[in-house]
């Protein structure tokens, strides 16, 4: 399914009998994150991805507000007919989702944050080499985020000259949500992080469980990427979680 400037991905044979996971990509990642996660054919439809604006194969510019990228979302949604849909979003696709049912009404079974948190703060040292370009910027996440050494890893991230990569951290960093934003979830969440993963902050984990309903799940021996890391545990894990 796609139309002149947004891709979606797997949306053309959607069983409405099954479940639905839409899958939000991380800051600069597309559709090509989840090729290697393996759900049962009887129960769930192949894994949903739309790529973000300006991000894989969709037409148009990154944006520097998550709001934005929300609204994107929401907007291509009401184009299919999806219900009672999954959101699983990783790292900023996990803000995404939190905006998506906080601050867009919209509605889903559940949410799965991959590796992903509220809030996300980048550090100063990131943005500058996302300023430098794209491929500075994925050097910085994959050594810091990667447990497992990978080949081409860096492939999974932009190679475009337009600064893709700030905009989404930019976005990250200045997206603010109320502890009683927080609050207002009322659907299952499920936290799941991998024990290697220093991007993410362990304390803001225990400040969000606090306020939240949220189930934690911890991967052992995968960093911030479980979808290449060790697909089959995660895709077991989301099974089991959805």
């Known amino acids: 399914m ?9 949306f053309e044979s959607i069983d409405e009998d099954k479940i639905s996971i839409l899958f939000i990509p991380g800051a600069g990642m597309d559709h090509r994150f989840i090729r290697a996660l393996k759900l049962s054919e009887a129960e769930y439809n192949k894994p949903l991805v739309i790529d973000l604006s300006g991000h894989g194969k969709s037409q148009g510019s990154s944006f520097n507000e998550i709001q934005s990228y929300s609204k994107f ?11 009672n849909v999954v959101l699983c979003g990783h790292s900023m696709g996990g803000i995404i989702a939190l905006d ?24 100063d040292a990131l943005l500058d080499k996302a300023k430098a370009g794209n491929g500075y910027a994925a050097d910085f996440i994959i050594k810091f985020g990667l ?10 991230f932009p190679q475009q000259e337009a600064l893709i990569m700030f905009d989404d951290l930019e976005a990250c960093n200045n997206f603010e949500l109320t ?6 979830l009322k659907l299952p969440i499920s936290l799941i992080l991998g024990g290697k993963d220093k991007l993410v902050n362990l304390k803001e984990v225990a400040n969000f469980a ?10 052992d021996e995968v960093g911030h990427f479980p979808f ?12 089991s979680v959805t």
């Open 2 to 10: 796609t139309n002149f400037k947004t891709y979606f991905h797997n």
């Open 73 to 83: 979302l929401v907007e291509a949604l009401q184009q299919s007919n999806l219900k």
């Open 100 to 123: 998506m049912l906080i601050n867009h009404g919209f509605s889903a079974k559940s949410l799965i944050l991959l590796n992903s948190i509220y809030p996300i703060r980048v550090s």
């Open 147 to 156: 447990y497992k050494k990978l080949i081409g890893m860096k492939n999974s």
């Open 179 to 184: 502890p009683e934003d927080l609050q207002s």
């Open 210 to 219: 606090n306020l939240s309903s949220c189930k934690i799940h911890t991967m």
């Open 228 to 239: 290449f890391e060790n697909p089959n545990a995660l895709s077991e894990l989301i099974t």
